[in-house]
């Protein structure tokens, strides 16, 4: 008899073959990290079921099995080797397997060249990905597949990372998406993930099984795969226990005492050690000193109304939570509920106001402020009359608790926000990028996994003797940190200090960057949900080396806080909705797409008793017709408007396409110009969107490359069904050289990325595809150059002729550059003149790609600010100037000029926003460098990084922010 | 422009006392190299600190989003100065750089950064460039120590090859370990006394090391062959790549790993390439192609000794390599590793190392390229080839990575 046993990242499997090679039993467990307990159980059983059975083969396999089998001298098989041999046993014919199991995602391709690819640092797209999306829905995985079968539509989802997809989901939930729908988009984007993660440019074609937990229990998944690769995968009986079942096939044939086996993994405890931390407490009588300490920062919650019965109401609708209060004219609170916000806030808003007027009879509510993500949908739904974004209302409540409070940091379930405050206005701010979001949740989710209520979780760990130091980097990433201690024999207690440590950590250094607590500030306030653990708190504590102030309704304080504010500004008379009115209160949702642009966005459009309307999902004012003033002064719509402004031209020669990516945004006049005065017709790639992303997305070599890049596949695509003569796009190791930096390069995959083309995409080999190396820094050298390069794809062309196209090519450049720089000093005349905030808003060419920057410059005019661009600025500075770090890159020299631009400027309404693709390595060290030359001037320095998807509403947030701390517009 | 005003120079006085603390990278080569700088009369420190610390110091210094290797270095170099082994005012810190279009050419200026955040930009900071990016009145590159330099990396490799070549079949365990020590210090005591860097003493000297390896007695038995390539530091640094090396030997596997030398031509021939694509001095050429020329002495002198025992496999020469690279790959592409990253993959393939580990710190800009988006053109020219990328940051597990790597092992067992 052969046992092989499967120990995964969650879940424990056992297959035994008799000796004919039949199996004859198998078993299926969720092992809790409780790994060696579960695997001597499962032993047992084995035992019990054969009674006669004293030796048998023993082979384990499974990422978390590693460990176990190498200390207890076990044969080990990789398991996708173990998939392997099952599938070559099972389903010989099979072509290709896709197998998803807890963290691990993998794809075999089995005929042909046989091929392995597995998920590497990302867990986006697995198991645990579709458990903590389906925790956010309120739901389990099974009834998230239940949802998804009455689907109607999908929306896009970033799935490469489960924070970004959160924040998508969220922002989705908060603007009234169908959950059905939403738990559709979740399943496309595992598929989407899988398929971009691990094809890598393979086709997945024939014969497709799918293996492994998510895909077995999740019928609506397997539709999923089916409907976008296009074929009718199969999903075998025996599923779950295709690794446990190759262990047991494998050529392994050492033979153990079963009985002796079961005792040895029994007593097996890891004795590897792990990195630890000191304890966050030493005794409980220090621990009861600290709630003493923080049992002083209270404000009453009991308060009563006096005999005015005026009161004052403030929602905050967060990510997770709905946050609502009343507070009376003495700014206590009356009232107040702490809700799990599972998608829609806008019915538990009603049944807040319900109970508010239900206990509260007579109760006049004067004024009312929304707060957080469902800040606009609560406003309009119950006519608040006032929206106030976080920050402000974060500061306002924590003034209270401490009225020098000269730093706030708020850890609510999916945002890190922080920040500064001097002589008592906002003076900076820290939101967490997209990547290392999700903290609080993050720990419930956790919490989830192994067992555990989330404050239960926590709380285990107070009194850890060796918390794990799982270091401070993404979230997500965490999940193989844990599985690591795991396997080195760190306890529960352990675990969960460690984690509330990493929460702390992430905010200080990943979010706010700090090398020194003393910098932070003298008072601090600490708040949000996450806080209320007291094992963050003093994790936060000892990291910071300092007693801080955490408000007894830490969880409240956006709540409270936006009551305050609406206490402050109230305008008079009150439109809240009253009791009659409440009772009578409808909300219907319905979804459409918009055709103002080519965008075509999916608009949720929310309809309340009454008429009030609200519209969410627009990445721009079209719909909602209202006009922003600054809308017509945007130099991206401008930029634009020149791109498209080249047309195809006259054919005598052949006609060549341009893919619209990278660096031929801006070189695209250039070469359109060079060309067509050689007599080709040129024509570019038709605007990105989704759709074009997806055409090229299965020749995606590496998944980690940043997204502007990645799109080029989809052009290449798009170019080649438009068949030209050849498609043109050369590498260029150096840009264009301005003289304003120390060198003139192009970042990596600016200069080589169409090397990475024409090696993955399998069409180009039958298509003309121009990529040679080019230099336009060399005037001279170039028409010597480019005519040999072309002479190798066309016939010869006289180099009279090449040097008078290049001639008026690098003279269309110049104009071109030359009308972007005039424009925006137009634009910022005009600013000027009509007292505008401006918006340097600073990035690369290619930015100015809708699919990229996901109009986030429009969304900028919105709030009432001109936007011009880098390149129209960078020269406003004169000459080269001194950084702190070697300024070699065209692009980013620009960057550097354009801070320098504003700082000098003195002028407090012009700002710059950094736009940074998710991904590019070279802007962390321009991101850093931009920073320090506007802070050198004291100015604010805001970066907005971008991937896939973008959430808006978090942007949004972020330039409201802006614009309150420098206290310009709404 | 870099703010070079602003520098503190590694003066000539500072020579006289200042220890200069280097950051680690081929624990060999650089061994090598240190006894190099120190027979010229500095004093240095090279760090052999391991653990988690030095990860935790590079993250609170460095952007986090920035390559792995900048944060390894200067956390190795941040933690050594808060260790309270030195005089704060008696040290001097050196770093290299590159001069390329990666953000490798950046980390000097990064580490600066991280200094000034801790008040400590008294510190002097070298820059070890051959590209005269950055220059100090103290700490000249002067000709001998040029010369003793690249036969000390030439060293380095050969001691590495040799090494990687033996270890899995000794039979005694540990005897290939101690031969290299012995060797370094053999070589130290040589390059003291002004010896072991002529072209001829450094022919002599690898015919006694091949010959020293062969004669260490070992038991042929078949073991997968697993050739290493990727971005340079975290190819050769056990810190960054967790021990990548130790892993593969435990594995049961003899691993390859192409050496320093071939990186150096490459990046003299960059320029000669450069030329040749975009145009430029033909004065600037004759510099460069002497230098490669004496480069290339070096290398095959290293080959020829090598192939006087059929037990060894030699590395591939450059030409070939390029040739080889002429199939895929433009020789345009030179950032970071290049075309070179690519053309060891293949060349490693060739000569029976199929197994490939291409090593790249995550989200490595020019590994894109040259790493992950070629391996598919590789593997049309040699379907045999069987290509795991591994990715390394600060948060990517140990566990991980190896399950990977054994699963490729898994492949390379079972055809």
């Known amino acids: 008899m052969k046992i092989g046993m499967d120990v995964g990242s969650t879940t424990l499997k056992c297959v035994v073959y008799d000796d004919e090679s039949r199996p004859v039993f198998g078993e299926y467990e969720r092992h809790f990290s409780q790994i060696a307990e579960k695997a001597s159980t499962m032993l047992e059983h084995i035992r019990a079921k054969f009674p006669d059975l004293k030796t048998a083969g023993v082979c384990i396999s499974g990422s978390a099995g590693m460990g176990l089998a190498e200390d207890l001298d076990i044969p080990f098989v990789q398991e996708v080797y173990a998939t392997r041999t099952a599938v070559k046993k099972y389903l010989p014919d099979a072509d290709v397997v896709i197998e998803l199991g807890g963290e691990d995602a993998k794809i075999l391709f089995l005929s042909g060249a046989m091929e392995v690819r597995m998920n590497g640092s990302c867990a986006g797209g697995t198991g645990a990905f579709i458990d903590q999306m389906a925790t956010l829905l309120n739901v389990t995985p099974s009834e998230l597949n239940d949802l998804a079968a009455t689907s109607q539509r999908s929306y896009g989802i970033a799935s490469r990372c489960g924070v970004f997809a959160k924040s998508d989901i969220q922002a989705l939930l908060n603007q009234g998406a169908q959950k059905n729908d939403v738990a559709l988009s979740i399943l496309n984007a595992v598929v989407s993930q899988t398929i971009a993660g691990l094809a890598q440019g393979r086709e997945i074609t024939g014969k497709v099984v799918y293996l492994g937990g998510p895909l077995t229990f999740l019928s609506q998944l397997r539709a999923a795969f089916d409907r976008e690769l296009g074929v009718q995968g199969v999903c075998p009986d025996s599923s779950l226990y295709f690794v446990a079942a190759g262990a047991a096939l494998g050529r392994e044939d050492r033979e153990f005492d079963l009985e002796e086996l079961t005792q040895r993994i029994r007593r097996y405890s890891s004795s590897h050690s792990y990195q630890s931390s000191e304890p966050l407490f030493d005794d409980p009588a220090q621990y009861e000193a600290f709630q003493a300490r923080h049992a002083q920062d209270t404000v009453s919650t009991d308060g009563h109304l006096d005999e005015t019965r005026q009161a004052y109401l403030g929602v905050d609708a967060g990510s997770t939570t709905v946050k609502a209060v009343v507070i009376n004219p003495a700014e206590e609170i009356v009232f107040s509920r702490y809700l799990p916000n599972s998608g829609n806030p806008v019915p538990l808003v009603r049944e807040f106001l319900r109970d508010v007027y239900r206990q509260f009879p007579g109760i006049r509510l004067v004024s009312g402020a929304s707060t957080g993500y469902g800040e606009e949908i609560i406003k309009n739904a119950f006519g608040l009359e006032i929206g106030v974004v976080e920050t402000i209302a974060h500061f306002t409540a924590a003034k209270k608790f401490r009225p020098q409070v000269d730093f706030i940091i708020d850890i609510g379930g999916q945002d890190i926000k922080c920040f500064k405050i001097k002589n008592g206005a906002i003076d900076n701010i820290f939101l967490n990028e997209a990547c290392s979001s999700g903290c609080g949740s993050f720990l419930q989710t956790f919490a989830g996994a192994l067992g555990y209520e989330m404050q239960d979780f926590a709380r285990c760990g107070l009194f850890a003797d060796h918390p794990v130091d799982l270091g401070s980097r993404c979230t997500v990433f965490m999940n193989s940190s844990v599985k690591q201690a795991q396997k080195d024999g760190a306890s529960i207690e352990n675990i969960s200090a460690g984690l509330s440590m990493s929460v702390v950590k992430n905010a200080l250094y990943k979010v706010i960057r700090v090398t020194d607590a003393r910098t932070l500030g003298d008072h601090i306030v600490v708040q949000g949900g996450t806080f209320l653990n007291d094992a963050v708190l003093r994790a936060f504590e000892k990291e910071i080396g300092k007693d801080v102030t955490r408000p007894s309704i830490s969880g409240l304080m956006g709540a409270y806080g936006a009551a305050l504010y609406a206490k402050a500004h109230t305008a008079g008379k009150s439109k809240i909705l009253g009791p009659e009115e409440l009772e009578s209160f409808t909300h219907d949702v319905r979804t459409v797409t918009c055709n103002g642009c080519q965008n075509h966005c999916r608009l949720t459009v929310n309809t309340f008793s009454g008429g009030a309307r609200y519209i969410a999902g627009n990445r721009c004012d079209k719909p909602l017709q209202k006009h922003s003033p600054t809308a017509a002064y945007n130099l991206y719509e401008y930029k634009k408007q020149l791109l498209a402004s080249y047309q195809p031209g006259e054919n005598r020669r052949g006609v060549i396409g341009i893919p619209m990516g990278l660096n031929l945004f801006e070189l695209y006049p250039f070469w359109h110009t060079f060309f067509t005065h050689l007599g080709f017709r040129v024509i570019p790639s038709p605007p990105s969107d989704r759709k074009l992303y997806l055409k090229g997305q299965h020749t995606i070599p590496s998944d980690t490359v940043c997204y502007p890049a990645k799109l080029l596949h989809g052009h290449i695509e798009a170019l080649l069904e438009q068949k030209p003569d050849a498609i043109f796009y050369p590498c260029m190791s150096y840009n264009v050289d301005e003289h304003m930096g120390d060198n003139h390069y192009n970042c990596p995959v600016v200069a080589y990325y169409p090397e990475v083309l024409d090696a993955n995409i399998t069409a180009l080999q039958d298509a003309k595809f121009i990529y040679d190396y080019v230099g336009l820094h060399r005037p001279h050298d170039f028409p010597g150059k480019i005519q040999a390069i072309l002479a190798k794809y066309f016939d010869p062309i006289p180099l009279g002729e090449v040097k008078a196209a290049a001639r008026a090519a690098y003279q269309e450049y110049e104009a071109h550059m030359g009308r972007i720089r005039a424009k925006g000093q137009e634009y910022l005349d005009y600013a000027r003149a009509n007292d505008l905030p401006v918006i340097v808003l600073s990035g690369r060419p290619y930015h100015l790609d809708n699919e990229i920057n996901h109009g986030i410059d429009k969304l900028i005019c919105e709030c009432g600010a001109v936007v011009v661009t880098e390149d129209a600025v960078n020269t406003l500075v004169g000459k080269k100037f001194p950084t702190t770090v070697l300024n070699q890159w065209t692009y980013h020299a620009r960057l550097y000029a354009a801070a320098k631009f504003v700082r000098d400027s003195g002028d407090k309404r012009i700002n710059l926003v950094q736009l940074v693709s998710f991904g590019c390595g070279v802007d962390a060290i321009t991101g850093d460098e931009v920073r320090s030359i506007l802070e050198a001037g004291g100015r604010i320095y805001t970066q907005i990084k971008i991937d896939e998807i973008a959430n808006l509403g978090a942007v949004r947030i972020r330039m409201r922010s802006l614009f309150a701390a420098l206290g310009l517009g709404n | ?415």
């Not at chain 2, 860097?197 to 007695?217: G, K, L, Y």
Request: glycine fraction near 8%.
């Open chain 2, 1 to 415: 422009m870099a703010d070079n005003n602003a520098r503190v120079e590694f003066t000539r006085e500072m020579k006289k006392d200042y220890t200069i603390i280097t950051p680690n990278m081929a624990p060999i080569h650089f061994e090598l190299i240190k006894n190099v700088l120190e027979s010229f009369g500095y004093r240095i420190d090279l760090l052999r600190t391991t653990g988690r610390e030095i990860v935790d110091e590079g993250l609170k210094y460095v952007h986090n989003d920035t390559c792995y290797p900048a944060l390894l270095s200067i956390g190795q170099l941040m933690h050594a100065l808060h260790s309270g082994k030195y005089d704060l005012h008696k040290v001097a810190l050196i770093m290299t750089q590159t001069g390329g279009g990666c953000r490798a050419s950046n980390y000097i200026h990064l580490l600066r950064k991280a200094l000034k955040k801790d008040g400590l930009d008294y510190i002097p900071v070298i820059s070890l460039n051959l590209s005269g990016l950055e220059s100090n009145s103290g700490f000249k590159l002067t000709l001998p120590m040029l010369r003793r330099a690249i036969a000390a990396l030439t060293y380095g490799d050969l001691l590495m090859l040799l090494k990687n070549q033996t270890k899995p079949y000794e039979t005694t365990p540990g005897q290939s370990d101690a031969l290299v020590q012995q060797w370094i210090e053999q070589l130290t005591g040589l390059f003291e006394q002004g010896k072991a860097f002529t072209q001829r003493e450094v022919r002599e000297h690898f015919d006694r090391i091949t010959a020293s390896f062969a004669a260490i007695p070992v038991e042929k038995t078949p073991k997968s062959k697993v050739g290493v390539v990727g971005e340079i530091y975290v190819k050769y640094s056990p810190l960054a790549n967790n021990g990548l090396e130790d892993f593969l030997f435990s594995q049961g596997c003899e691993t390859m790993v192409p050496g320093i030398l071939g990186f150096m031509i490459f990046k003299v021939d960059n320029r000669l390439e450069d030329i040749r694509l975009y145009g430029g001095n033909p004065a600037k050429k004759q510099l460069c192609e002497l230098l490669k020329w004496y480069f290339t002495k070096f290398e095959t002198d290293l080959i020829a000794s090598v192939q006087k025992y059929p037990q060894f496999t030699a590395p591939a020469p450059y030409s070939h390599l390029k040739e080889l690279a002429g199939k895929v790959i433009g020789y345009g592409c030179k950032m970071g590793e290049g075309w070179l990253l690519t053309a060891e993959m293949m060349e490693l393939i060739e000569s029976g190392y199929r197994n490939v580990v291409c090593t790249q710190p995550f989200g490595c800009l020019p590994n894109h390229i040259v790493g992950k988006g070629m391996i598919r053109k590789v593997r049309t020219v040699y379907p045999q080839a069987n290509i795991v990328p591994i990715d390394y940051d600060p948060s990517a597990t140990q566990v991980n990575q190896e399950n990977r790597i054994k699963l490729m092992l898994a492949v390379a067992a079972g055809g």
